[in-house]
């Protein structure tokens, strides 16, 4: 097959160098507005190069990856959907949940699948917990603990226009809890503080946050996120039930120190970097991908499903800034 990319910065290079491995791709066409992206891609991968969007759709591409910026998102979604083209697009569908809702009415009815790239649905040990749960190894479930700490923060330019800590960075938190339980989230309540970066405070954000999410069968799920962690890039995940408890992440890369006499677990060199703790997921989510554009499988990921883990962050950053409870139906009728 043929796969158009649209975005060459660091994630999209990443997905060209992906897709240049898998057998199913015969051919690249490449688009970003920075003509030195295009040249390094067209030398090392032997991609097309096409200068626009349109160009891309018009080279016979079978599929298309979209890596580009945000706002460039429900445009490209659209316009791909429109030529009749699958296509996968990284988070989040669009910079506000009106603009995602109308995105989500653009495509609707329209037999075009979209993939949203939410990575952590394609880690092994995730997958190996959804299907513990789904399969009621660990009983009726009672907690579920999710965590994504950043070695430190993104810059401050990337802060002013990131929407907030739950938009951007807890958003994964919120979607791999509703993938795994396979339960929706009715109500939140958030808290968060400011004990690092000045410029997160400034662009009226936290840098560490909790929330506590009830689900529809009064599981509680708790979910902690930080711009700060020095130890590296912590994700992992606790699911505890009333006969059995797993945990993802629990490995020698973890970036934790036990103080625990004689204990020397975690042994290995912490991640610190989430392309580093999610390369393999990367690579699977777009090996998926091939599978949507072959029409061996329906998207892993819609837009409904990228949405509501949109709604659960917008919930989460009205409960931070209201500090009170928050429930999912007051957020989607705002």
Request: proline fraction near 7%; avoid cysteine; charged fraction near 25%.
């Given at each position: 097959m043929r796969i158009g990319i649209l975005g060459l910065g660091r994630?999209?290079?990443?997905?060209?160098?992906?897709?240049?491995?898998?057998d199913a791709v015969e051919s690249l066409v490449v688009s970003d507005p920075f003509a030195d992206a295009v040249k390094a891609a067209a030398e090392r991968f032997g991609a097309q190069v096409a200068d626009s969007p349109e160009a891309v759709l018009a080279a016979g591409v079978d599929g298309v990856v979209v890596a580009a910026a945000t706002d460039a998102h429900p445009g490209l979604i659209t316009a791909c959907v429109d030529a009749g083209v699958p296509v996968f697009c990284e988070k989040p569908v669009a910079r506000t949940m009106a603009e995602g809702v109308e995105v989500l009415k653009a495509v609707a009815g329209?037999?075009?699948?979209?993939?949203i790239g939410y990575n952590r649905r394609f880690d092994t040990g995730f997958v190996a917990a959804r299907t513990a749960v789904l399969a009621g190894e660990l009983g009726k479930l009672?907690?579920?603990?999710?965590?994504?700490?950043?070695?430190?923060?993104?810059?401050a330019a990337y802060i002013a226009v990131s929407g907030g800590i739950f938009r951007d960075c807890s958003v994964h938190d919120f979607d791999i809890i509703r993938w795994v339980t396979g339960r929706e989230v009715t109500e939140v309540y958030a808290a968060?503080?400011?004990?690092?970066?000045?410029?997160?405070?400034?662009?009226?954000?936290?840098?560490?946050?909790?929330?506590i999410l009830t689900l529809d069968d009064g599981t509680l799920a708790v979910v902690s996120n930080s711009r700060h962690n020095a130890r590296g890039y912590d994700v992992?995940?606790?699911?505890?039930g009333f006969t059995d408890s797993i945990a993802v992440g629990l490995e020698d890369k973890l970036p934790l120190r036990s103080v625990e006499p004689g204990v020397t677990f975690p042994a290995g060199v912490p991640h610190d970097f989430f392309m580093d703790r999610f390369t393999?997921?990367?690579?699977?989510?777009?090996?998926?991908?091939?599978?949507?554009?072959a029409g061996d499988r329906p998207s892993p990921c819609t837009i409904e499903d990228a949405l509501e883990a949109g709604w659960i962050a917008e919930a989460c950053t009205l409960s931070l800034h209201e500090h009170r409870p928050v429930t999912l139906e007051e957020v989607r009728q705002a």
């Open positions: 994630i999209g290079a990443f997905h060209a160098e992906t897709l240049s491995g898998f329209r037999d075009v699948p979209v993939q009672h907690t579920v603990r999710s965590t994504t700490l950043d070695p430190a923060p993104p810059p968060g503080g400011n004990r690092g970066a000045d410029f997160i405070k400034e662009a009226g954000d936290a840098d560490t946050t909790g929330a992992r995940m606790e699911i505890h393999d997921a990367y690579r699977a989510e777009l090996l998926a991908f091939t599978e949507v554009v």
